[in-house]
Nanobody
Framework: QVQLVESGGGLVQPGGSLRLSCAAS??????????AGWYRQAPGKQRELVAT???????NYGYSVNNRFTISRDNTNNTVYLQMNGLKPEDTAVYYC?????????????WGQGTQVTVSS
């Protein structure tokens, strides 16, 4: 059973920074062979893409976070990170980690439990 555990959320002032971590564990799952990403959901809004990273290392960002957030992956520690700089109140949301891969043409999709990020003065 693969588990994704997020950490690093919290309360930060506008303009501040946070780094979220997503540690994968279970079975023989390796983050290096999966696509991974961060999504967020604010109260009353739909879940939206924040950033993704492919198994080849190609990154993609949501328009609202481009040039402020950076997604990265540590294959040794089986962990995906989201470095968030220049945080704004509108970045307040629950942030979820996702990882997915194909085994024998079957999609395996995993989600973490979420971590709260609150940007407020």
């Amino acid at each position: 059973q693969v588990q994704l555990v997020e950490s690093g959320g919290g309360l930060v002032q506008p303009g501040g920074s946070l780094r979220l971590s997503c540690a994968a564990s279970g079975g023989d799952f390796s983050i290096s062979s999966a696509a991974a990403g961060w999504y967020r959901q604010a109260p009353g809004k739909q879940r939206e893409l924040v950033a993704t990273i492919s198994s080849w290392g190609t990154t993609n960002y949501g328009y609202s976070v481009n040039n402020r957030f950076t997604i990265s992956r540590d294959n040794t520690n089986n962990t995906v990170y989201l470095q968030m700089n220049g945080l704004k109140p509108e970045d307040t949301a629950v942030y979820y980690c996702n990882a997915h891969h194909y085994v024998d043409f079957r999609l395996y999709d995993y989600w973490g439990q979420g971590t709260q990020v609150t940007v407020s003065s």
